[in-house]
């Protein structure tokens, strides 16, 4: 039984999102370097799920399908990791403290297993929440 | 016979190598390989040649398609949605030459738009801290040849500025740093074991969001005074340690990145900061300076600078005085509050890097976006523009992140009929002329 757990998460940028990036917004690299969540092996324990396998994201602005790999460079448990894009910014609160700057980093998270959730593409993830794809 | 053009300068982050070597083909249309950039900067200059560039303006339709248009239509509506919105968000800059801000600016001016580059989301934060307490910093030649303590707080290198390391700050030998990185201690404080911090001699793995407290303890260190026993999950043992050896060093230098400016705090922990460094000063020299992201987002902030005395968040509405106020007159905030009339996005992607909320409020109002490449933001626009890449088909002029000026160099020709930012900001600007003297859209 999968469970829910609550993740303390940052969004920031890795090498392999900036080539993604510079790749183009619709490459394969910029999907591969976005579209997956940080997590520390403690939490995958937690959360009851298997590394690699999809999952909900949900913070309180919103919710987004991302796929959970274990961290590369360490994490302690507690804290998981969104390369910067557009899914992460799916979840980014856009609160800034009259600073400018929206809470990109250290803001609570739900995560739990989605194994047959579907990760929307970049352009579609930005598409599908301003309601501009037409069925 | 390909040839190869040599000290290109690239265009990816704020570090503006400039020993880049770059081989064209015979006909100066096609980049052949890349010689010396990181993976990212080389990855950019190989976009060039990918296949299925855009290259002349699209139009939404009603059907959520686009077509596509000339460049004076694109243009003609553009200079029309200018005239008629009384507050245009002017965002981005970071990614074009500062040539093509100035004529930005002139266009802001006259229609009174609100001018905004990449650091609103990025180092704004850190901009803020310099108004109110000022910057001891330096170039990065001078980190090169003099900086024997070297810390990294909050950035990550390794990974955002991947060259940095090795021409400025853990591995070079400069003149009186003849050891490299034998002669340099290297410091990192992050809440992850980044890479940046595999290359450093100490880790200091602060909790997250605790970086406030951390460097209030640090300059409580510098002063003798009593700590508690932890700060923000660092034993007082090691901050008391660490104090000592930088006070040992003959010049150090404080980079700090976006875990500071993107955490709880923000502005102030900058401010922290450079207090910290300003406390250093009694014992040794000591500068600070910020990893600036977009190659050329420091230029947007010194031409703004220069033109209206604030580096971001500019509001020219009133058109005869620029004002400026963090949370007010930044792009994120006026976009949550659903303030802007429209939006004009240049050489950025607000779409994949704002939070969706702000994104959701620019959607629903007349957009253009002008961009090489197609991107999250193109695709929830009614118009875009295609144009040459600065520092790859144009050149033009950036700032590196220490606030040095360089001059980036055209590598290849652009695609046939493709126009640079500067071509299409100018044709905007006399379209926005003709316009007003006819009395408004």
Redesign the interface.
């Known amino acids: 039984m999968a469970n829910k757990i609550t993740l303390?998460l940052?969004t920031?940028?890795?090498?392999q999102q900036?080539?993604g990036?510079?790749?183009?917004?619709?490459s394969k690299k910029y999907f591969d370097a976005c579209t997956i969540i940080h997590m520390h092996p403690e939490d995958f324990k937690k959360l009851g799920a298997w590394k690699n396998t999809n999952v909900k994201v949900t913070s309180s602005?919103?919710s987004v399908i991302v796929k959970a790999v274990e961290?590369r460079?360490?994490?302690?448990p507690g804290?998981a990791?969104i390369p910067?894009?557009?899914w992460a910014?799916?979840?980014?609160?856009?609160?800034?403290?009259?600073?400018?700057?929206?809470?990109?980093?250290?803001f609570p998270v739900d995560v739990e297993v989605a194994t047959n959730e579907r990760i929307m593409g970049?352009?579609e993830v930005?598409?599908d929440?301003?309601?501009?794809i037409?069925k | 016979m390909p040839k190869d053009v040599t000290d290109v300068i690239c265009p990816f982050c704020g570090t503006l190598c400039d020993d880049v070597v770059v081989t064209v083909s015979d006909d100066n249309k096609t980049i052949l390989s890349v010689k010396n950039a990181c993976a990212i900067g080389a990855e950019k200059f190989n976009h060039q040649r990918l296949p299925g560039r855009v290259k002349r303006p699209r139009m939404r339709q009603p059907d959520g398609t686009y077509k596509e248009v000339s460049y004076d239509e694109a243009i003609d509506w553009t200079a029309k949605m200018l005239v008629k919105s009384r507050k245009t968000l002017m965002y981005g800059w970071a990614s074009t030459s500062c040539q093509a801000m100035s004529i930005g600016h002139e266009i802001a001016e006259k229609v009174g738009g609100i001018v905004d580059n990449c650091a609103t989301v990025c180092h704004g934060s850190s901009l803020i801290a310099i108004e109110d307490v000022g910057v001891p910093s330096c170039t990065l030649g001078e980190v090169k040849n003099r900086a024997d303590r070297v810390i990294f707080w909050g950035c990550n290198p390794a990974h955002a500025h991947p060259r940095h390391m090795s021409r400025y700050s853990i591995f070079p030998r400069g003149f009186f740093t003849v050891k490299g990185h034998k002669g340099r201690k290297i410091y990192c404080v992050d809440c992850r074991y980044t890479d940046t911090a595999k290359c450093a001699d100490t880790f200091i793995q602060v909790q997250q969001g605790f970086d406030y407290e951390l460097l209030d303890a640090f300059r409580t260190a510098a002063r003798g005074e009593a700590l508690p026993d932890t700060v923000g999950g660092v034993p007082k043992e090691k901050i008391y340690e660490v104090v000592e050896e930088l006070k040992g060093g003959r010049f150090g230098i404080i980079f700090f990145g976006m875990g500071l400016t993107h955490t709880m705090g923000r502005n102030h922990n900058i401010d922290e900061a450079i207090c910290l460094t300003r406390d250093m000063n009694d014992f040794t020299k000591f500068v600070i300076m910020a990893m600036r992201g977009h190659w050329n987002v420091t230029g947007s902030g010194q031409v703004l600078g220069w033109q209206y005395g604030f580096p971001y968040a500019v509001d020219l509405s009133r058109r005869d005085q620029a004002r400026h106020q963090t949370g007010e007159t930044t792009s994120v905030d006026l976009l949550n509050r659903n303030e802007v009339e429209a939006c004009f996005y240049i050489a950025t992607d607000p779409g994949a890097h704002f939070p969706i909320n702000a994104m959701i409020s620019s959607s629903k109002k007349p957009t253009v976006t002008i961009d090489p490449h197609i991107n999250c933001t193109t695709e929830i626009s009614d118009v875009h523009i295609p144009v040459a890449m600065v520092g790859v088909e144009v050149g033009g002029c950036a700032y590196r992140m220490d606030n040095v000026p360089i001059e980036t160099r055209k590598v290849v020709e652009p695609p046939e009929g493709m126009l640079t930012d500067e071509e299409v900001l100018t044709k905007i600007n006399n379209r926005v002329d003709e316009l007003l003297a006819k009395g408004g859209a």
Do not use: W
């Open positions: 303390n940052i920031c940028r890795t090498i900036g080539v990036m510079e790749a183009g917004k619709t602005v919103g961290t460079e360490d994490l302690v804290l990791h910067m894009g557009p910014n799916r979840i980014v609160p856009a609160y800034t403290f009259s600073t400018g700057e929206p809470c990109f980093k250290g970049a352009i930005v598409q929440a301003c309601g501009l037409r």
